[in-house]
Every structure is written in C-alpha cells, then in structure tokens.
C-alpha cells in the first residue's frame, strides 16, 4: 500500500525515550516496512502526558489519533487495527479528533503557548518549526520594528520572568537596552536545578527554535551581538537539539551576520554547566561562563550594566524566552488575554509527586491549586487524601488543603508563603510527613549551598541537625522556635537568593503543619506514619497468611504459616514499608 498522507508521531523526549519510546520506534519502523506502508515516521519532543508514555500519533484519514500506554509489545496490534484493518484500537486511544480518548478533558483544560509545538513537530526540524510559523516573528521584528517598540510589546504583554523571580520581562531588556556599550551579551539560563523540575528541558527536548527565536529578538531588542545558553551537562538530549538548531539557524541565515540582510549580528554559543544549583542564581552563572568558580556576587552592579566580562548583559530563563516569538506573532494584547491583572499568560509546570497524572502542563495563570491538581493533574494517586502541594522548589513552600482555592499567579501563591518558582508543582498525600519533607529540602540547599555565607552555610547546617533529630524523636520543646529564629538570620544575612529562601519550606511547614512537628517532639509520633524511626510494622489478627508480604520483605522478617496469622520480627524489621504495600487485607497497620 502507498500512501504519502500517514504521518507517525513517536515522543522521543527523555521522558518518552525513558518508558521505552526508541523500541516502538524501531518496531514501527519494521512494521511499516513489512507491511509496505509508506507512511512518514517522526521522532517529537514530550506532549505532556508523561503518566501514559509512549505516545504514538497517527495521522490520517481519520485526523489525529493519539495512542498513549504504547510499549513493544502492542504496537504491532495498534498498527495492524489502526493501519491495515482501518479499525482505531478505541480502548489504547488517548486523544484525537474523531474518537474521543481517556485524556481528551484533560489537555482541553490547557492553554499551549510555550507548549505550542512540543510533542508536535520534529525538534530537529527547522522546516517543521517554520510550517508553524517560525522565525517570522524575527523577520517582522527586524524589519518593521525598532528595539523600542519591541520593548514597548513586551511591557505591553505583561510577561514576567518565568525562572523564579516574576521580574517584568520588558522592564528588563529596557535595563540592558538603556546600558551604554560597544558590545553587549544575552544569555538564556537553562540550569534548572530545583527538585522536581523538567520543564526547561522540556522546551528544549520538544521545540529549541522557539527558544532560541526569542532569544535572537531579546538580543535586537537589547542591542547584542553575542549569546550564551547556559545548559547543565546532565540535559544531554537538550544539548543535542540546540546543537542541531544553531547549526541550522545559522544554516538559513536566521542567526550570524546580517541577519534577514539587516546589520544585526547574533552568535550563540553554548556552556555546559556542571549541575550545581548556586549556578542558576544569575551572577553565579555569569562567574561560570567566565571560567571562575560559580559563586554569587553582591549586586549592584546588575548584570544590565555590568555583567558577562564586564559588559551589559541580559539574563533571561528559557520558558521567558519561549513565550517571545507567540506574543510578536500574535500582538501583547493577545498574550495578556490569558491570565490575571498582575500575570499575564500561561505557565507551565513540571506536575510530580503523588498525582494520577504527572506530567508537563501549562495551564492559564489565575487556574486554581484546586483546578489544577484534581482536575488537570486528575488527584491523588490511589486516591489517598490530598495533604498539601510545595511550589517553587527549595525556595518555595508547601501549601495545604485550606488553600487549595488559591489562584495561581505570582502574587497570590507568594501571599501563602511559597513561591510561584520555575514550575515545580510537588503533589504530597497524606503519607507524607511534613517535618521530613521540610528536612528534604533543606538538605538540598544545605548541601547546594557555595559556602561564602557563614549564615547560608552554617545556619542551615544547624537547621538540618535539628530537623534530622525531629524526625529520628530526639526533637526538643524550643526546636520550634530554634528554627524560627534561624529561618529569620538566615533568610536575612544570606547574599544570594538561595540562602534568602532557603528557609522557606521550614517556615510553611511550620506555619500550616505545626501540629505535625509538636507530634513528632512531644509525643514521638509521626502523624504521616512514615519517619522510620517512629514508626512500627504490625500485623493485625484479620491476616489471612496469604504470605504475599513473607514473599516481598528483603530481610526475612516476617514468620508464620499458611493461611495463619504472621507476625513481624522487630529486631529484624528495617521498616521498607514492602509488606504494608503488598498486603491486599489491610491487615498490616503502622503504629
Ligand atoms: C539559587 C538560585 C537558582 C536559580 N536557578 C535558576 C534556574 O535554574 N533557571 C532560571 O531561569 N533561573 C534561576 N534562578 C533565577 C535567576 O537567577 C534569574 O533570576 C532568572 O534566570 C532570570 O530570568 P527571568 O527574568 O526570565 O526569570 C535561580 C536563582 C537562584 C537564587
Ligand atoms: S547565600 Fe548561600 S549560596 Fe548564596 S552566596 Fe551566600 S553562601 Fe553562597
Ligand atoms: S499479606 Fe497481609 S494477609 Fe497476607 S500474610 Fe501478609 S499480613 Fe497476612
Ligand atoms: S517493613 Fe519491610 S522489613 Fe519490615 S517486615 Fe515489612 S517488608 Fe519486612
């Protein structure tokens, strides 16, 4: 059979490479050639939908057909219904145009933006991405706009600076614009660092053209001749694609010299970080591409006036950069439809933790915590209780169920305590124990902490003891406050923003789960039932001696006959929690 008009669509993000995406790939590949389809076969970033990976897209005469849960083994079935027998496997589909599917309500939810073309064109196409409208918005600002009025949409837009801090986009580039210079440098910050965020790479995996788009109309706007991305060496697919995407920009004339036969200039170049979190704060990223050791320095000087080697320089996040070719295509005005008074657009978030369905999501700022956890996100995984969701990373905190009707945008998610941050949305159930969730986090910053602070450095230091012993029930009456007041030093006496927020996830949790940590101190319980040494293994008289959890302890702990009651060995019990999973009786209980 030929037929020119049957385009396959494997994700091939990390996320989709990760579940197994290169296998399906390969075996589609096989199948068509076996069957004699001629059908085109293409590698896309990630689409969102993470929980159902590998995504398989099927275009043809039947429109889009999305087939999500894909793996080696049913691939050939789907291909051989959907292909030969032309009959769609309904039960696999999880979005289309004709059929319906499992996930159709949840992507309808969603504002794509950023998100456009992610999992839609082939990342390592530039073609692809100028089907879709790509790099006009270069040529409509190079020839018919001046960097003033560029600046003057983007202030009109509303957008804020999506790498933590909310800063005015425009504001911004009209800072490094006023700098007077021969010689100016942009520089996209793709460190990503926190916890439980993938969104930069993401956009990098699935459409690196749109970000580097924006970052050619950042530097006209700017005046500069000369770009850094500065990408952690641990985003090696990222890497790859904007390797490919440079090289093919500058192929079509889009960056390098004169550009759509203007007399500006543009050369990117990349620096692969080492994966240290510090180096996402801006001064220390700028120390790093100059070869120094990634440290913080005092601002002022801003890096609008003094910063790569001296020079003005304009640091912007990826997702910031990637929202900049939609607003020239499609004027501020339309960009500031979305969203609320004082946040303008989408957002985009990394969902994780204990939700149905994790994945990459960008929803309209002003979307409830509420909205978007049980209704995008589809609640709680096993549909346990929804005890509270941390925002921002380790600069953020952790907002509870009383405040799940909070919209999202910057002001109002900074009003609970927490921050807005780069994206990571950390979904918790109520196994989770707030003290040692606090004590994760900070063991993160301490740990990530460059050490030029005393505070930064030792304070938190202090704060992790004391934490550590809350949850091992060695914790003391005054630790509330102990914390308190080092939160307080350390968020003041910090010269970055690391240390500055450091103390964050200790001060919401304490302030909303405040209960949690005078259990753990006063009665050497742990209300979650999960800080190990806390808690104990029982087995309860309704157990039937299935042996199910004899067969899963990795210690031999457990004893007992057939079909008669077990019991556990304390002494040899190291609390993995195995048995409580595999028991299907609810005859192990946590005391
Ligand atoms: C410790 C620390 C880590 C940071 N990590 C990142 C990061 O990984 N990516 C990012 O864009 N911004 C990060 N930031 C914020 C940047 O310093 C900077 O504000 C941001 O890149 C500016 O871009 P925007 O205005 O587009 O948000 C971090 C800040 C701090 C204090
Ligand atoms: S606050 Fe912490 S991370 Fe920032 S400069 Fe000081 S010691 Fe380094
Ligand atoms: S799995 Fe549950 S029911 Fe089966 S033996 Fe263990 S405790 Fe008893
Ligand atoms: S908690 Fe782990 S170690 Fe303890 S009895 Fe259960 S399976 Fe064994």
Not at 180 to 200: H, I, Q, R, T, Y
Not at 446 to 473: H, P, V
Request: charged letters at 25%; one cysteine or more.
């Amino acid at each position: 059979m030929k037929n020119k008009n049957i385009i396959i669509k494997v994700g091939l993000a990390s996320c989709g490479i990760a579940a197994g995406g290169l296998e399906v790939y390969e075996k589609i590949e096989n199948f068509l050639q076996k069957n004699g389809i001629d059908a085109e076969l293409k590698k896309t970033g990630c689409i969102g939908m993470c929980y159902v990976e590998v995504l398989v897209e099927i275009e043809d005469e039947f429109g889009k057909t999305m087939y999500g849960n894909v793996d080696d083994a049913n691939i050939d079935e789907i291909l051989q219904s959907h292909l030969v027998s032309k009959s769609p496997k309904k039960d696999k589909i999880v979005f289309s145009d004709n059929f319906g599917g499992s996930e159709t309500e949840i992507l309808g939810l969603q504002t794509r933006i950023v998100l456009e073309n992610c999992g839609d064109i082939d990342p390592e196409s530039i073609e692809e991405y100028q089907e879709k409208d790509g790099y006009q918005a270069i040529e409509k600002v190079i020839k018919e706009m001046s960097p003033e009025e560029v600046i003057q949409e983007m202030k009109d837009s509303g957008l804020r600076g999506r790498g933590g801090a909310g800063f005015p986009t425009g504001l911004k580039w009209q800072f490094a614009h006023n700098a007077e210079s021969d010689k100016k440098f942009l520089v996209c910050n793709a460190d990503e660092g926190d916890p439980g965020a993938f969104m930069d790479r993401s956009v990098l995996e699935g459409d690196p053209h749109r970000m580097l788009e924006g970052m050619i109309i950042a530097a006209y706007a700017i005046g500069a001749d000369e770009g850094y991305i500065y990408c952690r060496a641990e985003y090696p697919l990222a890497l790859k694609r904007l390797r490919i995407a440079i090289k093919d920009a500058e192929g079509k004339g889009f960056l390098g010299n004169n550009i759509f036969d203007s007399d500006f200039n543009f050369k990117i170049n990349i620096y692969e970080g080492a994966g240290a979190f510090v180096c996402g704060e801006e001064t220390a990223l700028l120390s790093s591409i100059e070869g120094k050791r990634g440290m913080p320095n005092l601002r002022p000087p801003y890096p609008a006036s003094s910063g790569l080697w001296g020079y003005p320089t304009n640091i912007n996040n990826v997702e910031t950069l990637a929202n900049v070719p939609w607003i020239i295509r499609k004027g501020a005005e339309e960009f500031a439809k979305f969203g609320t008074e004082k946040s303008k657009g989408t957002k985009v978030f990394a969902l994780t933790g204990k939700i149905k369905r994790g994945g990459l999501v960008e929803i309209p700022m002003g979307m409830s915590l509420r909205e978007v956890i049980f209704k995008v996100g589809g609640g709680i995984l096993d549909d346990k209780k929804f005890k509270a969701v941390q925002l921002g990373g380790p600069s953020g905190g952790c907002i509870p169920d009383s405040l799940l009707d909070t919209p999202v945008d910057y002001d109002s998610v900074t009003a609970t305590g927490a921050i807005m941050g780069s994206g990571g949305m950390v979904v918790m159930d109520e196994t989770t124990c707030m003290v040692d969730m606090a004590r994760f986090f900070l063991n993160f910053t301490q740990d990530e902490s460059c050490g030029k602070c005393t505070f930064c450095r030792i304070g938190t230091k202090r704060m992790l003891e004391i934490l550590q012993r809350i949850t091992e029930g060695k914790g003391k009456e005054t630790d509330i406050k102990l914390l308190e007041e080092l939160s307080v030093k350390i968020k003041a006496a910090s010269l970055c923003g690391l240390g500055q927020t450091a103390p964050n996830p200790v001060l919401t949790t304490i302030k909303y789960f405040r209960n949690e940590y005078e259990d753990h101190i006063n009665n050497k319980h742990c209300t979650a039932g999960s800080c190990k040494a806390l808690i104990t293994y029982k087995i309860k008289d309704n157990c039937i001696g299935c042996e199910m959890c004899k067969r899963v302890c990795p210690v031999d702990a457990i004893s007992g006959e057939k079909k008669g009651i077990h019991t556990i060995d304390q002494e040899k019990c190291t609390k993995c929690g195995a048995c409580y999973d595999t028991c299907k009786f609810d005859a192990i209980e946590i005391i």
